[in-house]
């Protein structure tokens, strides 16, 4: 699939907005995502309703824009802009891995965490009460083209009580980057290239505050990779 736009759409009382899966088919580069641009669309997530119909369980996550977790194949270039992403009537009686990984937006592959997205750009999107990181990255970003994460605006992340587990507290973050374990519990060493964080907002004003870090980044990095703001 190249060269495709997912844009202006509505989605609501849904359990994830929009799931993006590629498999090696073509024979030659491996890559059946290229240029894939998910730009102006409001989401709208309410996974208690799925869950209390017993169409989920607790050990399923809530997302607005997510990988597949059995991916099998590298997603050559990425575009998430200008959308708006939105919890409601999602309470945190899920696990802790399904709490972690319900964000914003979610990279993490338990089956081949060593693919990842060669070019990724995640600009100007609103995310309000994920009950995990507001963007999720456990996999490979980065190549000779830079990727960015910038101008985003994440209200009130972290808002599940499951995080508690978490001792480090690491995933209370508005923007979260780190391993990955494979499907054996093996830790996935991974590599981020070319990467610029910058002028995000990231805040929590919530009764009882549960945020941690602004953003927590603990995979290694090569080329390039800088944190800033205004």
């Given at each position: 699939m190249?060269?495709?736009?997912?844009g202006?759409?509505?989605?609501?009382?849904?359990?994830?907005?929009?799931?993006l899966?590629?498999f090696?088919?073509?024979?030659?580069?491996?890559?059946?995502?290229?240029a894939?641009?998910?730009?102006?669309?409001?989401i709208?997530?309410?996974g208690d309703?799925?869950?209390?119909?017993?169409?989920?369980?607790?050990?399923?996550?809530?997302?607005?824009?997510?990988?597949?977790?059995?991916?099998?194949?590298?997603?050559?270039?990425?575009?998430?802009?200008?959308?708006?992403?939105?919890?409601?009537?999602?309470?945190?009686?899920?696990?802790?891995f399904?709490?972690?990984r319900?964000?914003?937006?979610?990279f993490?592959l338990?089956?081949?965490?060593?693919?990842?997205?060669?070019?990724?750009?995640?600009a100007r999107?609103?995310?309000?009460?994920?009950?995990?990181?507001?963007?999720?990255?456990?996999?490979?970003?980065?190549?000779?083209?830079?990727?960015?994460?910038?101008?985003?605006?994440?209200?009130?992340?972290?808002?599940?009580?499951?995080?508690?587990?978490?001792?480090?507290k690491?995933?209370r973050?508005g923007?979260?980057?780190a391993?990955?374990?494979?499907g054996?519990l093996?830790?996935?060493?991974l590599?981020?290239r070319?990467?610029?964080?910058?002028?995000?907002?990231?805040q929590?004003?919530?009764?009882?505050?549960?945020?941690?870090?602004?953003?927590?980044?603990?995979?290694s990095?090569?080329?390039?990779c800088?944190?800033r703001?205004e």
């Amino acid at each position: 699939m190249h060269k495709i736009r997912f844009g202006n759409n509505t989605i609501e009382g849904v359990v994830s907005g929009f799931v993006l899966w590629a498999f090696p088919d073509d024979g030659y580069t491996g890559k059946t995502l290229k240029a894939v641009d998910i730009r102006k669309n409001t989401i709208i997530l309410n996974g208690d309703a799925w869950l209390n119909a017993g169409l989920t369980f607790e050990a399923s996550s809530v997302s607005g824009i997510r990988l597949e977790a059995a991916n099998e194949s590298a997603i050559e270039t990425l575009f998430i802009r200008d959308n708006t992403i939105k919890f409601t009537n999602v309470n945190d009686f899920r696990t802790n891995f399904a709490e972690t990984r319900s964000g914003g937006v979610v990279f993490s592959l338990y089956q081949n965490p060593e693919l990842g997205i060669n070019r990724l750009i995640i600009a100007r999107n609103r995310i309000e009460n994920a009950l995990g990181p507001g963007v999720f990255i456990s996999v490979p970003i980065g190549s000779d083209a830079s990727s960015r994460i910038v101008g985003n605006t994440i209200l009130n992340p972290a808002r599940g009580n499951e995080l508690r587990y978490d001792e480090a507290k690491n995933t209370r973050a508005g923007i979260y980057i780190a391993e990955e374990s494979d499907g054996s519990l093996n830790v996935i060493s991974l590599t981020t290239r070319n990467l610029e964080i910058a002028n995000n907002r990231i805040q929590d004003t919530a009764g009882s505050p549960k945020l941690a870090y602004g953003i927590s980044a603990l995979s290694s990095c090569t080329n390039n990779c800088a944190v800033r703001g205004e």
